[in-house]
């Protein structure tokens, strides 16, 4: 999944990259026009789709997406105490808006018809965001957060070794998987990074 998820990079997102930069968020962070208002509407609706990620995990639709509860990289509550923190600096924080909400509803739809296809959604996004999304939090608190760091870019233990886990995990359920099943769910990569891009793109609006 890294391979082919890599080939959708620009170079300016990671040197494996071989896509064209066509979007504004394919750029380099440093050239983003960043305002707080366009920051919160992006954490909003990542945490719409974190806490519906975690929602199917739990309720397990696939026995086998119950391998996937309690792996350590599950966001939700780290983005309620940095949507609280920022209410307490006299921020509002908006309602989720379309990008967030057609994601979490696709997965929903996904978690329960395609469950191939959903899988490579949990490992898109829960493994961009220690890399890029980690690399684009440090750049928003640079210019824009006086350099606070955010719960959502804390992890608890090695993370190194808790995303190990979760491939170990991945490797495993995918064994039981056709030939099929395992291109299935390669394919759908590319609208992963289509609708985690939507996401993205409210940081710049």
């Not at 208002?37 to 696939?62: C, H, M, N, P, Q």
């Not at 994601?103 to 490579?120: G, H, R, T, V």
């Not at 808790?162 to 359920?173: A, E, P, S, T, W």
């Not at 030939?179 to 409210?202: M, V």
């Amino acid at each position: 999944m890294r391979f082919v998820a890599m080939k959708l990079h620009t170079k300016e997102q990671a040197k494996e990259g071989e896509k064209e930069v066509k979007e504004p968020e394919e750029q380099r962070v440093t050239k983003w026009e960043l305002t707080i208002d366009g920051y919160l509407r992006f954490l909003v609706d990542s945490k719409l789709v974190y806490d519906t990620l975690e929602k199917i995990i739990e309720d397990a639709a696939y026995p086998y997406y119950a391998e996937f509860r309690n792996t350590g990289l599950e966001r939700s509550a780290s983005l309620e105490k940095d949507l609280q923190w920022f209410r307490e600096q006299g921020h509002t924080i908006p309602e989720p808006s379309t990008p967030g909400l057609t994601y979490a509803q696709y997965l929903k739809e996904l978690s329960e018809n395609d469950p191939q296809a959903f899988i490579c959604h949990f490992y898109n996004i829960y493994f961009a965001h220690t890399a890029g999304g980690r690399m684009i939090g440090r750049k928003v608190a640079e210019k824009i957060l006086n350099n606070k760091e955010l719960e959502f870019y804390k992890w608890d233990g090695d993370l190194s070794q808790l995303l190990q886990n979760v491939r170990d995990k991945l490797n495993k359920v995918a064994e039981g998987w056709t030939r099929e099943e395992k291109n299935h769910c390669l394919e759908e990569t590319e609208k992963s990074f289509k609708f985690s891009g939507e996401i993205l793109r409210l940081i710049l609006s």
